[in-house]
């Protein structure tokens, strides 16, 4: 179950430069690609023709030609041209309202009329030049419900990400959670800590000494239908924490873009963006390898938690105070679903 | 839904050289071996005694020895016989009509008594010097009849195979397709155009040249249940095309024979047959390598559009012009179905 | 179908040595591990905190700890603590009877309360230092049954390994089968033979001549729920055969716990004790090197065997003399099965 009147993230338009790229998204089979005015267009990923999927032809002058017999598709949905055919009679194909923005390509899978650019998240770091932004995809099976616990409960850093994130102190303070309007927030605030491995990295990176005691914190932020965005950052010990001056701190966003495939499959776009040497291209590729590798340590463990919970189906899992931004969360997607079944409750 | 009182392609001959080969016909598992008379036969792949695969086991003296514990399968489907044992009592297994010829070993997966060696396709070619012949074995996984429309519309060759046998003008000549008698034929003549890679090297091994306009054309005759035999060539410019003296000339039959293994997979049998140079066993050899690596591009593409079709089952696809050949074989299947269905109608 | 009020092994103690081990018993899914006092524990591997695998976390001071949020299991299926967290009111989990014996960890799935430690399989020899005993462990989809067959009529060496225990002989010798209270007993003899190729080593491993006439024996003996001890030996021809005094003759056990993961694979504990040479470790080594090539030689089969039967359900197979022993075994598995279903029958 998950939420089609809302935009998520498709793709990054580096996935689609001069080529169409074939993706399901909400259990829609979906083909992404640049129109001749260089706007991205999205349609049902089936040749009208014969069925294959157009995410296997190529473009030509903004049009997506099938790859098997040469039909092309405009971005309407409606066949452009086809060699010795006259095309006008032939049958379109649904369209999905797309928006690029903010370094993404967006999709809304629900009932077109109803999509509104002004419903996309607003990202400001995402059109500052004081901030810079590196990050990837992955490919997880899982619901992507359970990444939304995953990252509203950063205790499993403790244990996941033990070699890099993780520390003890995690654990030891108690995070609360609290609804702001369309939002959950879970907060955790750590004092005077070391700061681990990554965040060591940090502090030297913008020109701070890692190896001094810290103030610690993680603002996680859900908003529908499934953004997570992490205030984290570490200040050198009273410096005033999470309001500390620049000159005593290093902190970033992490940027988590869950898009269900299927029930059971999600695509992952995770990355940081950050406000301290926004032109260093060298610091983004470093800390974008090191994030990569630390996220891609969830993959097994939600992958066998997904398998777990399916071969047990009735069985009921712990709400514990640490799991209360993902309670609230899947409470806000459920009230949500609600109004899109029955609209006019609403 | 596939035809069964019908002869089939099972393998070729080197494939059950000194040993069995176990392979799915029309959903039928089949182990083919030759027995002592060097005949080849075709049992049930499946041993009285416990259940092992026949095909796991060896030959021995035209018997077929089950690799498990010895049981000996006769050509007849009766156990010939088990090391201690008295097998007089042992219950037998179907066989399946087979024929060896044309450099094939063909199968009949229906009723036995109405299995016919004169339904036999008639390969003249097979049985003729001046011929040779060179092909392969592809497993695919979609519908038979989706490999029979592919190979009824070469349309494609523009676009599937772009590098090597295709080019614009086949899409600008329109094909014409018509009835004759229990064939159905397309052909499609291009004048005056360049002859593309793999045309221009058939003429250099021909000893004719390869860069000047040429006459093409293709002559796609599909019989039940499921060959497809194509006539193609290229002729220099205003030589006669089709009917142009050898001199002018090169051409050859393009063999397809689709043997379904479920209603979702096929083994494909592909080859050339040719008349020029028959005796070259070195341009017998790269004509096939050509062809496999051509023939290997229809592999991704049919597998994606079964796919697609399968997840769109009550999608519609069109019928244009350039399908009336896959088209009107389907209504010939779909005839000679019905008639085995109910044969007292027929 | 398989019995649970019965002890099965779950694994050897190295695979638990130091970390938590998960394995699916019987259809269970469990997770083993070593408490505080080095004893073995089982509970279900699923944390009762969000479902993951406890199996993917690690020990630490006898505790299985979580490798996502940190929930620390106890042995007794108990929340033993969990960080920040009062633990008293978590549901527990179900924890399954084992005990550590014979260098196997022994696992009861069945009703808990009748988990008894003297029904199980006494082995004299796991305890004696006069033997040494090799093994290893392999995964097969199959019914444990088509192994427990496979084993009990070792006809099927004279094929499946017929390069290294196999020889004409084996099949030419009608086995004999008998009931001895809750075993199966098959048994064949062959007098005056050329030992194969394993047995002539194993008597130069013994300091024997390999090359001479020996009188070969088998006896299979089946006990419930599936396990299957076979005597194996040669002795020098006319010395007695398996009588024959030590100096002429050498001799072992090939061990099989056979142990349902669902209802077509198994967990295949293998190994063989002998009483030569018992301080030899190299050639230990030598011999589980040997039989782990025989015994992989089965897996093809017991697979192609288990997928044509699943591909053939209302097929019936044969029941021959060499059969008896499987035969026997599955009557009295069904026997045992239905008293599990009625105890008060019983």
Redesign the interface.
């Known amino acids: 179950m998950f939420l089609k009147n809302t935009w998520y993230v498709a793709c990054t338009p580096d996935e689609i430069d001069g080529k169409p790229l074939g993706r399901q998204v909400c259990g829609e089979?979906i083909v992404f690609f640049r129109g001749p005015d260089g706007k991205v267009a999205a349609t049902e990923?089936?040749c009208?023709?014969?069925?294959?999927?157009l995410s296997?032809?190529f473009m030509r002058e903004g049009r997506l030609?099938?790859?098997?017999?040469?039909l092309e598709m405009g971005t309407d949905g409606k066949c452009a041209g086809m060699?010795?055919?006259r095309v006008g009679g032939?049958?379109g194909l649904r369209t999905f309202p797309v928006i690029e923005r903010y370094g993404f390509i967006w999709v809304w899978t629900g009932e077109a009329e109803l999509a509104d650019p002004a419903k996309l998240h607003p990202l400001e770091w995402a059109e500052s030049s004081d901030w810079a932004y590196g990050g990837g995809l992955y490919h997880i099976n899982c619901d992507y419900r359970l990444m939304i616990?995953n990252l509203m409960?950063l205790?499993?850093e403790?244990?996941?990400h033990a070699s890099s994130i993780g520390q003890?102190e995690i654990?030891?303070s108690?995070p609360s959670t609290k609804i702001e309007g369309e939002s959950v927030v879970t907060s955790r605030f750590m004092e005077n800590v070391m700061p681990p491995p990554f965040w060591a990295s940090a502090l030297r990176g913008n020109n701070l000494d890692g190896d001094v005691p810290c103030d610690r914190w993680q603002i996680c932020r859900f908003t529908p239908p499934s953004h997570v965005l992490i205030e984290v950052g570490v200040a050198h010990a009273g410096k005033g924490g999470y309001h500390a001056d620049p000159a005593h701190k290093v902190s970033s966003i992490v940027v988590d873009f869950i898009t269900p495939e299927t029930e059971t499959s999600i695509w992952y776009f995770w990355g940081m963006a950050r406000n301290f040497r926004p032109q260093d291209e060298a610091l983004t590729a470093m800390i974008r390898e090191g994030q990569g590798k630390i996220f891609g340590e969830d993959l097994?463990?939600l992958e066998?938690?997904q398998r777990?919970?399916l071969?047990?189906p009735t069985?009921?899992?712990?709400k514990?105070?640490?799991?209360a931004g993902g309670v609230k969360s899947r409470e806000m997607i459920d009230r949500l679903l609600e109004q899109e079944k029955r609209p006019e409750a609403a």
């Open positions: 089979k990923d089936f009208p023709h014969r069925g294959a999927p296997l032809g030609v099938c790859g098997y017999h040469g060699p010795g055919q032939f049958p616990d409960d205790t499993h403790t244990y996941v003890t654990e030891e108690a097994e463990m066998a938690q777990n919970l071969a047990n069985r009921r899992i712990l514990l105070n640490i799991d």
